[in-house]
């Protein structure tokens, strides 16, 4: 049976099935999810250290004369490499969570990511190195991204793995929170950067070191998330008690775990198509583009919508538990194609809104759209044999996010057909169907026992 183990004949945990939970289980349990919750918001905060913080800086690496057009390309790859990198980084970490444990893995790609991002703030400038900063500027990123892309890929399921079934919903709920609070802090420190470091040209304040220290500060929060890990979170019992198998990735693709992972990629799929509709055609193309907000109108629009997120993503793990995750995808992936649409016509034609009313449709519409995500983390998981659960969270969590990072492609050749509007709003109905699609294909997962034997 999908999502149970093979632990016949080995000693296996108790407290997971529905047995009172001992105090000493309880503490690991924290630890554990703690631990996640900071590994989601550390992986988040640095993701989201080029969008915000290096971006204006990124003249401080260019030649004087660039042209427009390879200015363009080389930004883009500073983004694309760590994209590459983050499905990499799932396939080699989450393979070593499944072989030698979930707390090493986490640790040793935790470290990985906070040594790169400090030696980011120590690249030279263009001044100093020619283009060969840029060139090493894209190469960390890339490094970076397969680091990341393991720092949750054996953190989360050591923590839902330690999670009674019934707190997995919750718990999903409150660790993914974690992306929308690192939102909100990166912004934070972001508007506090350019508050206090002048930025006017490539030997500004700002260009030359104000970007730097912000990137410190991601690395000694890796740094504090490795001695963490080292010091409280415990080994995954259930991994400890489980059949280790030599190929995760290979047994990750065949059989049953294979058929579920197809499964598993195809609604998450739609799912990042309408995730990428919020974090990154929300704001670029909607509410600068469109509505023309200001600077601070659409960064405070942003911050309002994130701080209801983190409320709802635990919100939407607690709905989940109690009608069960297929139902619950199924509803929203409908609830998406339609209500997301309808929300996202409205605000691509609400330049007579005010600004008030703006908000509260970007609230509403943030919300409504990303609401499985709060459910995604224990679903995937139950989806999975132990031998292969951290490779395939990985995998299942961050390769499927490809396709749908070239919505500006789909949406570009839609609107060649139709209005932005219609073009905008067809996309989220592709990515609500593909969801709830999805997720029928596959079974419920809420009362799956991680301790079964198969």
């Known amino acids: 049976m999908t999502g149970s183990d093979k632990t016949v004949g080995k000693a296996v945990p108790t407290g997971y099935a529905g047995e009172p939970e001992t105090p000493e289980r309880a503490a690991k349990r924290r630890s554990a999810t703690r631990g996640a919750f900071f590994a989601e918001f550390v992986d988040m905060f640095d993701i989201y250290l080029p969008t915000v913080i290096l971006t204006p800086a990124l003249i401080y690496f ?7 057009g390879l200015s363009a390309i080389l930004t883009s790859l500073v983004f694309a490499t760590t994209l590459i990198g983050r499905p990499i980084g799932a396939a080699i970490f989450g393979g070593l969570a499944d072989r030698v444990g979930r707390r090493r893995a986490t640790i040793t790609s935790v470290g990985g990511f906070g040594v790169i991002t400090l030696l980011i703030a120590f690249i030279p400038g263009y001044a100093t190195i020619g283009i060969a900063s840029y060139w090493l500027l894209i190469l ?19 923590a839902m793995e330690y999670a009674p079934k019934h707190k997995r919903g919750l718990l ?67 991994w400890e008690a489980s059949e280790k198998k030599s190929a995760p990735l290979k047994n990750l693709f065949t059989g049953s775990s294979g058929r579920s992972f197809l499964q598993v990629f195809a609604m998450m799929t739609g799912f990042w198509l309408t995730q990428n509709m919020v974090t990154l055609f929300l704001p670029t193309t909607v509410l600068h583009t469109v509505l023309k907000l200001s600077g601070s109108q659409l960064t405070t629009a942003l911050l309002i919508a994130y701080a209801c997120l983190v409320v709802s993503y635990i919100g939407s793990g607690v709905i989940a538990q109690r009608i069960g ?52 983390l224990p679903y995937i998981n139950e989806r999975f044999h132990t031998d292969v659960r951290a490779s395939a969270f990985g995998l299942g969590f961050s390769a499927s996010v490809i396709i749908p990072s070239f919505y500006a492609f789909f949406y570009a050749g839609l ?40």
């Open 62 to 68: 260019q030649p004087a004369g660039m042209s427009a």
């Open 325 to 376: 995750r297929r139902r619950f995808f199924v509803v929203l992936g409908a609830l998406i194609a339609v209500g997301g649409s309808t929300l996202m016509a409205l605000l691509m034609n609400g330049s007579h809104l005010s600004y008030g009313a703006m908000v509260l449709l970007v609230c509403v519409f943030s919300v409504l759209v990303t609401a499985p995500w709060g459910v995604v």
């Open 140 to 158: 960390l990123r890339f490094l970076d991204g397969i680091c990341l892309g393991g720092g949750y890929t054996g953190a989360l399921p050591l």
């Open 172 to 238: 999903g709920g409150v660790i993914l929170a974690a992306f929308p609070l690192a939102y909100i802090v990166i912004n934070l420190v972001g508007m506090a950067s350019f508050a206090l470091f002048p930025l006017a040209g490539p030997d500004s304040p700002y260009a030359v070191w104000g970007w730097r220290i912000p990137f410190v500060l991601g690395a000694l929060l890796a740094g504090v998330l490795v001695l963490y890990y080292v010091r409280y979170v415990s080994e995954s019992e259930i």
């Open 415 to 454: 609107n060649q057909v139709v209005s932005a509007a219609v073009a905008a709003a067809l996309l989220l109905a592709i990515g609500g169907v593909l969801g709830a699609v999805g997720a029928a294909a596959g079974p419920e997962t809420k009362d799956v026992d991680f301790t079964r034997a198969a």
